[in-house]
């Protein structure tokens, strides 16, 4: 565990804005995944796509896979139509006449390779942080975008 201090006491951070720290913690943790993942030669919604084949080895339909994630950071239907042809034109799926996408084997491989990486980057990203903190931390942030009559959901 490397070590770590915190820059603000707690009477300091009480008066913080979490619009500020919430958005800096999120684009700093996009950006560290992101980064991951262009060196494994993904996008973050290519990753989104492949991962939604382990529970459908027989494959999903494209319009099923672009409505699960067209939320996801408001990437929208059109980027996730345009990665899904770009993972296919890279052979890492099929997809029949009727939009009926699966994983090739070379896709599969890749998968479980960055599946692999993201359990890695998931420790590193919750190092010296509980999963009673981190349970906290999320219910504090839903709560907050319930009070101001916001929306989110995550599968």
Do not use: C
Request: proline share 3%.
């Amino acid at each position: 565990m490397t070590s770590f201090t915190y820059s603000h006491s707690d009477t300091d951070l009480a008066g913080q804005p979490v619009g500020y720290w919430s958005s800096a913690a999120g684009a700093a943790v996009v950006h560290h995944i992101r980064t991951n993942l262009a060196e494994l030669g993904l996008t973050q919604p290519q990753w989104w796509a492949l991962n939604q084949f382990p529970q459908a080895p027989d494959g999903r339909h494209r319009d099923e896979v672009v409505a699960v994630l067209k939320g996801y950071l408001e990437v929208g239907e059109g980027a996730l139509h345009h990665d899904i042809g770009a993972l296919h034109d890279r052979g890492l799926i099929t997809e029949d006449a009727v939009g009926r996408i699966a994983l090739t084997d070379e896709g599969r491989t890749l998968r479980d390779r960055v599946a692999e990486r993201q359990k890695e980057l998931r420790a590193q990203i919750h190092e010296g942080i509980t999963d009673e903190d981190y349970v906290r931390t999320l219910k504090v942030l839903q709560r907050m975008i319930h009070n101001v009559g916001g929306t989110a959901w995550h599968h």
